[in-house]
């Protein structure tokens, strides 16, 4: 295998060479000496199980095709690997981390890692738009679509299949239609459905479910019952890499960058920071520039505390 590599690419590349049959002379032996290696024979079985746990166990030749684009694809940035699963590359952007499909008993999870933005097709055609930080777990069957959302916050398109009601579970909430495009999110005991096409009937634990339609959007600590008005183009802007604030504390955007970026933003003790307020619109991986921005429009002082984090100072 070519140096520099991860064992998870290596894993890719072995699985796709094995998929064409039987391996001879050097390769067999360059195999199963990389086999021998603690952790080796776990990352190719992961890679082959994600392959076959939604019935994808041939085409290893398009895999790494679309592995490769995929790569291309997250141009800029040094290092970026996607593992392919269900059914279909799982296309990276963003910087830094990993992007994983790990197949078990339960289903299929996909999870990113800081700064990542991930699109992963579904084996019914319809597909998921990961944020950074999250996981969602995929669970198909031949009479239910069903996605959890485990942690973060995932945007699906989600194509229309008679009888086959498509279904999100998120905290304590659930909400099912026949497609449509919509938004889920979780952090903490928050959750919120947010719906940009088609019609949901999402019900909270407890209490009859609510119909949500186009524009609307669930609000409040995991509660289905109260129906806002959503701002469709800020709290959907993370899918073009971007973060928009309406008059948002400084606390408050620092918060949001270092949920979407590798890189970090420190507050020092200063109260005078609280005062601060943002609007606007920013790339999530250009921390470094947010802070500058701040400085020169401010007065604040930016100091690098190490290659990834900046401290901002009153």
């Known amino acids: ?159 229309s299949a008679p009888g086959r009601p498509f279904e999100v579970i998120v905290g304590d909430q659930r909400a099912q239609g026949s497609g449509g495009r919509f938004q889920v999110t979780k952090q903490g005991q928050t959750a919120q459905i947010l719906i940009e096409d088609g019609v949901l009937e999402v019900a909270a634990a407890s209490g009859a479910p609510r119909r949500l339609t186009a524009g609307q959007m669930t609000a409040g600590p995991a509660d289905a019952r109260r129906v806002a008005l959503a701002d469709l183009d800020r709290l959907t802007a993370w899918r073009e890499g971007r973060l928009v604030f309406n008059d948002a504390p400084l606390p408050q955007v620092v918060a949001a960058f270092n949920r979407y970026s590798s890189d970090r933003l420190a507050l020092a003790a200063d109260t005078r920071l609280d005062a601060i307020r943002i609007s606007g619109s920013f790339r999530y991986d250009g921390t470094r520039e947010f802070a500058q921005a701040l400085a020169a429009g401010f007065g604040v002082r930016i100091r690098q505390l190490d290659e990834t984090t900046w401290e901002i100072d009153g």
């Open 1 to 159: 295998m070519a140096r520099g590599l991860s064992r998870e690419d290596e894993a890719v590349r072995w699985f796709a060479k094995t998929d064409r049959g039987p391996l001879t002379g050097e390769d067999r032996r360059a195999f199963l000496e990389w086999l021998e290696t603690p952790g080796n024979a776990d990352a190719y079985h992961e890679t082959a199980d994600a392959w076959s746990v939604l019935g994808a166990a041939k085409g290893a030749e398009s895999l790494m095709a679309m592995r490769a684009a995929a790569l291309r694809e997250a141009s800029g940035v040094s290092r970026r690997r996607a593992i392919l699963g269900v059914g279909g590359a799982l296309a990276a952007a963003g910087a830094g981390g990993a992007a994983f499909l790990m197949a078990g008993a339960a289903g299929a999870k996909i999870r990113t890692g800081a700064g990542e933005r991930l699109t992963a097709p579904l084996p019914d055609g319809s597909s998921v738009t990961l944020a950074p930080l999250s996981t969602v777990r995929v669970q198909y069957d031949k009479v239910r679509r069903r996605v959890r959302l485990v942690e973060g916050q995932a945007y699906f398109d989600a194509r």
